[in-house]
């Protein structure tokens, strides 16, 4: 991530990126690093921190200061006011700025709004991660029409896979705007996965009594033939927070975790995300169950580690579906649709919904069925190469009307 591009650079260029939550920053924090290294090219830094803490992690993690901060984030903040807050106060960073170019990344409400408040001041806007689509525009909600419309804006749209750009080419947007990168989730965590294990993750799985993996998943002591007293516990790590998730969903997908959990041979880790309607179901169902860890939400450097040591991930989140495979941890993603296809036709993820006993089902075969397990574990990463930032930032050096 650190290396310098060969290419040239375009005199007098101003590119700002604006992220508004972890994972967008943790995205774009590769793309951000390659645009700082170039000469003529003034690159600056937005947030609106529509996530608060969590975003500020990942900032420090990857030692970047945004230019501007527009602090926006509210307890259980509404969209509408999300969003008109958004446009209120970005607007006079732009005006300030004046860009070439704005940088956004995903499908959150900051990329969605950036997108529209950079079309009417008619500045050129670069969408990161372009091209993802469950074709239903309520799951997820609001991600997918979010994207929808920062595609309709961006005047060049990073693709991360080809399937992505196959989606983009059937909405009519013409080949040569779109350039197929690779994912930039993928530049960060090779980054931070080099990176010493906290002392917090290795201090959570010494109590939690995590053993070792061998590749079929199984730990070290209980592959072995030898009697040991070393550990033989799994650890399960579990994302759970999409808007669409809330309620029946949610409750659905922690009574499955309560019955994996009762197994007792695994450790399942859950760090808790702050919004309220995440945070009273899984107090209420999960909070007292064996085997079951709730944490606060984790810093991105304590997640990337703690997917490392695990067998198995449960999420109904977004990037970790990309990121597991990378370790050769096999996702069930617990949603009923996904943006991410390509790792369910590479064998990397399965969908498995929120249905309690499918969810169960196909957890236990693959922590009981090596074949299975390895299946999964060994299937190629579809979703990039680590260098998706380097071929962005060459794209935009590149761009001619």
Not at 176 to 187: A, E, F, K, M, S
Request: glycine share 6%; aromatic share 4%.
């Amino acid at each position: 991530m650190q290396r310098m591009l060969g290419c040239r650079s375009k005199k007098d260029m101003r590119v700002l990126s604006v992220i508004g939550t972890r994972p967008e920053a943790v995205k774009m924090a590769p793309v951000i690093r390659a645009l700082a290294q170039l000469p003529g090219v003034e690159a600056r830094v937005c947030s609106t921190a529509q996530h608060r803490q969590m975003l500020d992690q990942v900032l420090d993690l990857f030692h970047i200061r945004p230019d501007y901060d527009l602090d926006l984030m509210r307890d259980d903040q509404s969209l509408p006011e999300l969003s008109a807050a958004i446009f209120t106060r970005l607007h006079p960073v732009l005006s300030e700025f004046r860009p070439d170019w704005i940088l956004i990344e995903g499908d959150t409400t900051t990329v969605a709004i950036a997108a529209l408040l950079a079309y009417y001041l008619r500045i050129r806007v670069g969408h990161v991660e372009a091209g993802l689509r469950t074709h239903d525009k309520w799951h997820p909600f609001p991600e997918e029409l979010n994207r929808r419309v920062a595609t309709v804006v961006a005047d060049l749209h990073f693709a991360p896979t080809e399937l992505a750009r196959r989606n983009l080419l059937q909405e009519g947007i013409e080949d040569r705007l779109i350039v197929v990168t690779g994912n930039p989730v993928i530049d960060a965590l090779l980054y931070v996965a080099d990176q010493p294990e906290p002392d917090e993750v290795t201090e959570l799985l010494r109590r939690l009594q995590i053993g070792t993996l061998s590749d079929d998943g199984i730990p070290h002591s209980a592959a072995s033939e030898t009697p040991s007293s070393a550990p033989v516990r799994r650890l399960v790590l579990l994302t759970a927070h999409r808007r669409e998730s809330f309620g029946a969903p949610l409750e659905a997908i922690f009574q499955a975790v309560k019955d994996l959990a009762s197994r007792g041979d695994v450790e399942i880790v859950y760090p808790v995300h702050f919004n309220p309607n995440v945070q009273e179901p899984a107090r209420r169902i999960l909070g007292d169950t064996p085997h079951v860890t709730l944490t606060p939400p984790l810093d991105y450097l304590a997640v990337v580690h703690l997917m490392k040591r695990a067998t198995l991930v449960l999420t109904d989140s977004g990037g970790i579906q990309e990121e597991a495979p990378t370790f050769g941890k096999p996702v069930l993603v617990l949603r009923e649709v996904t943006e991410r296809p390509e790792g369910i036709e590479a064998g990397t993820s399965k969908l498995v919904g929120t249905d309690p006993r499918r969810i169960v089902e196909q957890a236990t075969t693959l922590l009981d069925d090596p074949a299975a397990y390895a299946r999964m574990a060994q299937a190629a990463n579809p979703f990039g190469d680590g260098h998706a930032a380097d071929k962005i930032v060459q794209a935009l050096l590149d761009f001619n009307v």
